[in-house]
């Protein structure tokens, strides 16, 4: 089975904390997503990763940055939280070469940011 | 801006019924199409993915695709109080697997 481990699963962090969101996967996947979720807004992507070093901006890359140094793991960082940043993050890796691209999400991280 | 739109919701339906979900999407090169179920405080998990026009079925859960349409649909048979969660639709192109997701419908399946 897929694993994706999200380290920390409930934050509480003040305006202007530079934050890390961790994620590793265990299956070898090239890809590597950060999402982020709220009500109403659904599912939108912050940044992706699709080979060690190399990331690419999603939808609302804005606020946040990434890295990935090794394959397995992919972390996202907040350099100067804001209450605006309070929500569930999801972490997510897939393969490109099987399974089409099927996407395994990690247990999620909650962020509130005071 | 690719999009994937789905029915608004909440849907509720009784339990034994049939729950009709249905997704579409704006992108006409999008090749796959996912539904994930969410259940309140969890992530999303993998229900069905679907690829070429036509049906597929898996147990009670049967995914229907019409790329002319550009219509993706989610039956599920005889369903369940623990069917009662948000479903996403997703769709995906060839870039490095990024997939696009819909807002969610909500289901609520009542005994």
């Known amino acids: 089975d897929v694993k994706v481990t999200q380290s920390s699963r409930y934050l509480v962090k003040r305006t202007g904390e530079k934050v890390f969101l961790e994620c590793v996967q265990d299956m070898d996947h090239e890809n590597m997503f950060w999402y982020r979720q709220d009500p109403g807004l659904g599912l939108r992507l912050i940044y992706f990763s699709y080979d060690v070093k190399m990331k690419e901006k999603g939808d609302i890359p804005e606020g946040y940055s990434v890295s990935r140094e090794k394959k397995e793991r992919f972390s996202l960082i907040l350099e100067s939280a804001s209450t605006n940043q309070t929500s569930m993050y999801l972490c997510?890796?897939?393969?490109?070469?099987?399974?089409?691209?099927?996407?395994?999400f990690g247990e999620g991280s909650w962020l509130t940011v005071v | 801006q690719k999009e994937v739109e789905q029915n608004s919701g909440p849907l509720s339906v009784p339990e034994g019924a049939i729950a009709s979900l249905n997704c579409t999407y704006s992108d006409r090169v999008s090749q796959s199409f996912f539904w994930y179920r969410q259940y309140s405080g969890k992530s999303p998990e993998l229900i069905m993915s679907i690829y070429s026009n036509g049906d597929k079925e898996d147990g009670r859960f049967t995914a229907q695709l019409n790329k002319a349409s550009q219509y993706v649909s989610l039956l599920i048979r005889d369903s369940q109080p623990s069917d009662s969660a948000t479903y996403l639709c997703?769709?995906?192109?060839?870039?490095?697997?990024?997939?696009?997701f819909g807002q969610g419908t909500i289901l609520t399946v009542h005994p």
């Open positions: 997703a769709a995906g192109g060839t870039s490095y697997g990024k997939l696009t």
């Open positions: 997510a890796s897939s393969s490109s070469s099987h399974s089409g691209n099927t996407i395994y």
